[in-house]
């Protein structure tokens, strides 16, 4: 499924790149501008639920569980190939992140749901660990990305509290903008 792309001049690009800049310069204290773009961007794309949904199996069913995802992506299960494992933990490194950081409770509700097989996945080891295996992808087309990856991996619970403190910025801003429509309809 091709992605659901938000135009670079967007208004949303401005404001998640400007919150992912402060709280990740300063507060999470990653110094890396290339993640802090790459989140900034991965928060803008899955604006729209067809891009964090956008990982199906062979029978074309979306993937909305990171268990079912993981075992997409094995080549010696389901994967079609490299190529679709490198896709496939791109995105689940992906989810994790947006889902860790902007919805911690969700994830944390998941060990009381019996029923599904993400109860017994934890997101920050899948995430990292799929980051770690996007990097190790590191030949021809995807030389240059690998580095970014690698760090992604290596910083990914710094780079989760900054999306938790991006989370309570944009709270913060929804709570301004009540009080103010509220104060103009009085």
């Not at 989140?39 to 909305?64: C, M, P, Q, W």
């Not at 911690?104 to 995430?127: C, N, Q, T």
């Not at 660990?129 to 991996?153: G, K, N, T």
Request: glycine share 6%.
């Amino acid at each position: 499924m091709p992605m659901m792309l938000i135009g670079r001049d967007h208004p949303l690009r401005k404001l998640f790149g400007e919150l992912v800049a402060r709280r990740f310069y300063g507060d999470a204290r990653i110094r890396e501008p290339r993640i802090a773009g790459y989140v900034s961007d991965l928060l803008t794309d899955f604006t729209h639920a067809d891009n964090l949904y956008r990982i199906r199996n062979a029978r074309g069913k979306r993937l909305e569980d990171v268990g079912e995802m993981l075992i997409e992506s094995d080549p010696r299960l389901e994967a079609a190939s490299f190529d679709r494992e490198r896709a496939v933990r791109k995105h689940i490194g992906d989810y994790t992140l947006f889902l860790t950081g902007l919805f911690p409770e969700y994830v944390a509700s998941l060990a009381r749901r019996r029923l599904r097989l993400d109860a017994f996945i934890d997101y920050m080891k899948a995430g990292k660990e799929s980051y770690r295996i996007v990097s190790c992808f590191d030949q021809f087309e995807y030389r240059d990305e690998a580095p970014l990856f690698r760090q992604l991996a290596e910083d990914f619970e710094a780079c989760v509290y900054g999306l938790n403190l991006v989370k309570r910025d944009l709270e913060a801003m929804q709570q301004e903008a009540y009080a103010g429509w509220r104060r103009a309809l009085q």
